[in-house]
């Protein structure tokens, strides 16, 4: 059971967007800071225990040649081994950032080359594998910024071909230690998923094809790929061999986001029906075949759910931005 | 976003315009024929194939003032006229009215539907005149062709850019009894209902999907009354205020959009009316007064629409003068415009 804490009040209201929050855990600071697409600014907020709001400030997409103000696709935290930068994408090109937001360490202006005049061209799905951070364009391509231990020496190593339609999200996972093992699954528009293992170079694993629909969101958990879809499924495929195991019929409208606690093995689904699921990822001992459990649904009542995410890697709480909505709304178990 | 969004947005928004002008028209009971005549010029003045052209080209969508201003224009292209408090009110529930449409669309794809169960209704407006009807025919085939190819995720980006404009956007609207009416509302708790099949995306078929079609039919007199509350307001006042750094850009947009514009001069003995989106001269007169600052359009009138009769009148008067020597080029396209302006 889980019951409604205080809600965090935005300045401005979340944007209709997919996986728009992003949350980074400082549990040694017992702080928690949140990050919410608005359209043309994003806002990132500092909370201590109980949602209390400490501090908080906008960034706003780097101008560049165009009509209209830029609008932000996504902002996220990358956690890497020696250092925590906040990453913003929009239809201009990528900001990286130092944690806190207040400075800005690397600017990677969008080439739109080859894009015909009806294309967006835009930059969306970040994800920090290693001393990499990933991030997905328009074309399907997929940048490797390799990152130093510190310092604004950012530079773009490797471009991932594997794509055709614009990337829609990246998820990766430590890797395991062992051979050949999948880290990196990135998505798209036309549903297809690439399975990568990371490293100096990126190698392409396996493809896992789409059926029609986009799919908005991954996450990746113990060699567990698990996938929600526009038409409100979840699945969950073996990600080095591209299997599906399950197929979770999970909501009634499209999956605007998912959201991994690493320590319980739990997984969150939201979506625009406005119902947030959460689900028990396990292996099955004998045939090591994934299996799932249905833990918990909660109804965020008219509210078209557009981000969600654990608060803490148990999987205790979670947070909840929608549309229209001027608040992030916290819930956490009993 | 995407650069397929205008078309979508400007045909559904013209879409609510004319239900609700038909809907006053009838309230109001201004004579059939008069009421024809106005839904067939401004149905004329939407599908001209010019303004058309310009429309379906890619680009990437304005502001919400931009855009009033076209509407303003096309509801004044016959011998109906608005007062400013009427013109507010009918951009607020336009707006409102497919802002709910596009929330509630089950399938990013639905929203093709929606706009097919506008047209087919515009169709039904003016079904006696087979010129304007073969224009709208025209608009139809030509949106199958673009739309009707997109993939879902193209849907999905055209219905996020179309939820940004719309971002923001609280009037909530009431009953004559007071109490609320629409307002975004979803189903929650453990019953579902089986999704029903998909519509017909051809010229002619069954759309299924009953959003985007005419809600003021029926003779039921729903009041709708602007909500003033502060916590609307302050998020709107946010938009207003900065001022545009993109307003050269907006004019010459409009100055393009509205050039392809071709509004027939009322001529002869027919006199023009006004039209009241409230229920008494009073309630408009009050309504003016009392708009929040915040929620004002600041509407600036544009003359820049093509006039057959003027432009003839000025190529008689330039024939008789002799130009001696060459006119200096302007500097840019924006001065002009603004030049333009001054002379207003």
């Not at chain 1, 798209?188 to 059926?211: A, K």
């Not at chain 2, 009033?68 to 509801?75: D, G, K, V």
């Not at chain 2, 109906?80 to 709910?100: E, G, H, I």
């Amino acid at each position: 059971m889980f019951r409604w804490e205080r809600s965090i009040p935005l300045r401005g209201s979340a944007a209709a967007l997919c996986n728009n929050l992003s949350v980074l855990q400082l549990p040694a600071r017992n702080l928690t800071h949140f990050g919410v697409v608005h359209g043309p600014s994003a806002q990132l907020l500092s909370t201590a225990p109980e949602g209390v709001p400490l501090a908080q400030r906008q960034l706003h997409a780097k101008e560049g040649a165009g009509v209209s103000p830029p609008l932000i696709t996504q902002v996220h935290w990358c956690v890497l081994p020696f250092r925590v930068l906040l990453v913003l994408t929009s239809h201009r090109g990528i900001q990286m950032y130092e944690s806190d937001g207040s400075t800005m360490v690397y600017w990677h202006a969008l080439d739109s080359g080859d894009a015909t005049p009806v294309q967006a061209v835009f930059a969306r799905g970040i994800a920090a594998s290693g001393h990499f951070i990933c991030v997905g364009t328009w074309s399907g391509r997929v940048l490797v910024f390799d990152i130093p231990a510190k310092g604004p020496n950012i530079v773009l190593s490797e471009e991932l071909a594997g794509h055709q339609t614009p990337i829609t999200d990246i998820a990766t996972e430590p890797a395991q230690g062992q051979d050949c093992v999948a880290d990196m699954v990135t998505a798209d528009d036309s549903g297809l998923l690439c399975v990568w293992r990371s490293g100096p170079e990126f190698t392409l694993l396996t493809r896992i094809p789409g059926f029609g629909v986009p799919c908005p969101s991954v996450q990746l958990w113990q060699g567990i790929c698990a996938a929600g879809y526009g038409n409100g499924q979840v699945h969950l495929y073996e990600a080095t061999t591209g299997n599906l195991h399950v197929q979770i019929n999970a909501h009634a409208r499209a999956i605007s986001a998912l959201d991994l606690a690493p320590e319980a093995g739990k997984l969150l689904s939201a979506a625009e029906d406005t119902f947030v699921h959460i689900w028990k990822l396990s292996r099955s001992p004998e045939s090591s075949y994934i299996e799932v459990e249905h833990c918990h649904g909660e109804c965020v009542s008219d509210t078209q759910v557009c981000g969600a995410r654990f608060c803490d890697s148990s999987g205790s709480s979670f947070a909840v931005t929608g549309y229209d909505l001027a608040e992030i709304r916290r819930f956490s178990s009993v | 976003m995407s650069v397929r969004t205008l078309p979508l947005l400007f045909l559904n928004l013209g879409g609510e315009m004319l239900y609700i002008l038909d809907q006053r028209l009838r309230a109001q009971n201004i004579p059939g024929d008069k009421a024809r005549r106005v839904l067939n010029d401004i149905i004329s003045t939407m599908f001209n194939r010019k303004f058309m052209e310009e429309l379906f080209k890619p680009q990437e969508l304005y502001s919400k003032k931009a855009l009033r201003t076209i509407y303003e224009r096309l509801a004044h292209a016959s011998i109906m006229k608005l007062n400013q408090a009427s013109m507010d009110k009918l951009y607020d529930l336009m707006t409102m009215a497919f802002k709910y449409q596009v929330l509630l669309c089950p399938r990013p794809k639905d929203v093709l539907l929606v706009t097919f169960n506008h047209l087919d209704t515009i169709k039904g407006f003016i079904r006696d005149s087979p010129t304007i009807l073969q224009q709208v025919d025209e608009t139809f085939r030509q949106l199958i062709e673009i739309y009707g190819g997109l993939s879902a995720g193209e849907f999905q980006l055209i219905r996020q850019t179309l939820l940004i404009f719309f971002q923001d956007l609280h009037i909530r609207m009431f009953n004559n009894k007071g109490e609320e009416v629409k307002r975004i509302e979803f189903k929650h708790g453990g019953n579902y209902v089986r999704a029903p099949k998909e519509g017909s995306f051809e010229l002619y078929g069954d759309r299924v999907l009953k959003l985007g079609t005419n809600m003021y039919s029926a003779n039921r007199p729903v009041e709708t009354h602007m909500s003033g509350s502060s916590k609307n307001v302050a998020s709107w006042a946010q938009e207003s205020i900065a001022p545009n750094p993109l307003a050269k850009e907006e004019l010459n947009f409009l100055a393009r959009l509205m050039g392809g514009m071709e509004i027939k001069q009322p001529s002869g003995p027919e006199p023009g009316f006004r039209l009241n989106l409230f229920t008494s001269d009073e309630e408009e007169e009050q309504a003016a007064l009392t708009r929040p600052e915040e929620l004002s359009y600041e509407v600036i009138n544009i003359q820049a629409t093509q006039d057959q009769q003027r432009s003839e009148e000025l190529a008689r008067i330039m024939g008789e003068f002799e130009i001696t020597e060459q006119p200096s080029l302007s500097t840019s396209k924006g001065d002009d415009l603004l030049a333009m302006m001054d002379e207003l």
